[in-house]
């Protein structure tokens, strides 16, 4: 099938039409929180005490170690306390970026600043019931203590913009409402105080765990040799768990033979556009992104486009990924557990266009699943890699030209003065 007919084939698509209904802009957020204070004045009264049901947990980043850590609760949507967490299950639901900020909105985190993030015997008090909320494999009840009348910061920086967690009330104490429910596997990490976190995060994943499961044990500080078990924040535990993950599944398919033809797979979803182009050889793969001006990370609607990209060869890499950050791992994870699946191996380029229609981030989520969704159903096919870069460039808001210039992959492809016209 060729790019113009896959095309033509993926506008008529039912997907197509579901994640074009998902993208339209909102910016009621700030009604929304105003929703939220009634509803947690209603149900937190008199000494501050209140029940809820906590899906998930956060650590934050500022002040490390001094880190803030809290329990999150759905405040007035105890019922379905599992659809507030970041899952795989958001993308099937084909959510908006307007969704995405009101489910994080709603979980109210009740949190504490920590002395020190070393946790390893720390099954009492707030961090303890933490815990427990993290490694159970469905919501827990719990019933925290604020402390004193609750003042719930309902500050909204461009800071809480960019990673939306909802507002944040201090917390005096918290006590499980439940005996929590946890998987033997889960068990099994935390009974060997000799099993580093690698791969314990390698063992929960071929036992069925996703990695949003896994990063959320990770930060609450519930994997790894005992002596060294700590709280990660939540942000480094995702690219933690995405980069472990991948490097196994890398070191997996090395061995297997390659991918026969030029394959190019395409996805959109939340204002993004991703283009994977699948080539005979070995491993190698790089990510491309192109920032259109006026989007969440390229605000300056006269800016221009911005472009990054991050690359790795057969071994992997020894650096920083500088331009990508987490992104690079998500895409990475979701075109590996392809060619694992498949059992073969490929060059990798993964081009990500970020329109302006990405009014706010949602997080990195929704690159791992456009990625791993863009292998589902027809792609189109190429005779060279050269062509299928030269073919996805046509659909791009960049040239040929510029694209090589950026991209490691497509640079070393044979260029006509027609490229740069």
Avoid: C
């Avoid at 556009?273 to 080539?279: E, H």
């Amino acid at each position: 099938m060729r790019l113009d007919e896959y095309m033509d084939l993926e506008a008529e698509g039912e997907r197509a039409k579901r994640r074009r209904l998902a993208q339209e802009k909102s910016y009621d957020i700030l009604d929304h929180l105003e929703q939220f204070q009634h509803r947690f004045e209603e149900t937190v009264q008199g000494d501050s005490l209140f029940g809820s049901v906590s899906p998930s947990i956060f650590v934050g980043t500022s002040n490390y170690p001094n880190v803030s850590t809290g329990i999150l609760s759905p405040v007035g949507h105890e019922d379905d306390a599992a659809r507030f967490e970041t899952s795989a299950g958001w993308y099937d639901e084909g959510v908006s970026i307007d969704d995405v900020f009101q489910r994080r909105t709603s979980l109210l985190n009740s949190n504490q600043t920590t002395k020190s993030v070393e946790v390893h015997d720390a099954w009492d008090g707030f961090l303890g019931v933490q815990r427990e909320v993290a490694i159970a494999d469905r919501p827990v009840s719990v019933e925290i203590g604020l402390d004193g009348t609750p003042d719930i910061d309902f500050d909204v920086t461009e800071n809480d913009i960019a990673t939306p967690t909802g507002p944040r009330a201090r917390a005096q104490s918290a006590d499980l409402a439940e005996n929590p429910h946890v998987p033997r596997p889960v068990e099994k990490t935390l009974e060997d105080d000799d099993w580093n976190a690698e791969g314990a995060m390698n063992y929960l994943y071929r036992r069925g765990f996703d990695v949003y499961d896994i990063n959320t044990i990770l930060s609450a500080g519930a994997l790894g040799q005992g002596r060294n078990r700590k709280l990660v924040p939540t942000r480094w535990s995702i690219t933690a768990v995405d980069d472990t993950v991948g490097k196994f599944l890398r070191g997996g398919i090395q061995t297997n033979p390659s991918v026969n033809s030029v394959e190019i797979h395409r996805e959109e979803f939340l204002g993004n556009a991703f283009w994977v182009i699948l080539a005979p050889g070995d491993w190698e793969y790089e990510l491309v992104e192109l920032k259109a001006p006026g989007s969440v990370w390229n605000p300056d609607p006269d800016a221009g486009m911005w472009l990054a990209a991050d690359r790795e060869g057969f071994e992997g890499r020894t650096g920083y990924v500088e331009e990508t950050a987490g992104a690079y791992h998500a895409s990475r994870l979701g075109v590996l557990e392809h060619l694992e699946e498949r059992g073969r191996q490929a060059k990798a380029l993964v081009v990500r266009h970020v329109s302006d229609d990405y009014w706010g981030p949602v997080g990195v989520w929704q690159v791992r699943e456009s990625i791993r969704n863009a292998f589902d159903g027809e792609h189109a096919e190429a005779e060279t890699f050269a062509a299928a870069v030269r073919q996805v460039a046509e659909y791009l808001p960049v040239s040929l030209a510029d694209l090589r210039r950026k991209s490691t992959m497509a640079s070393g492809l044979q260029m006509n003065l027609a490229d740069f016209s």
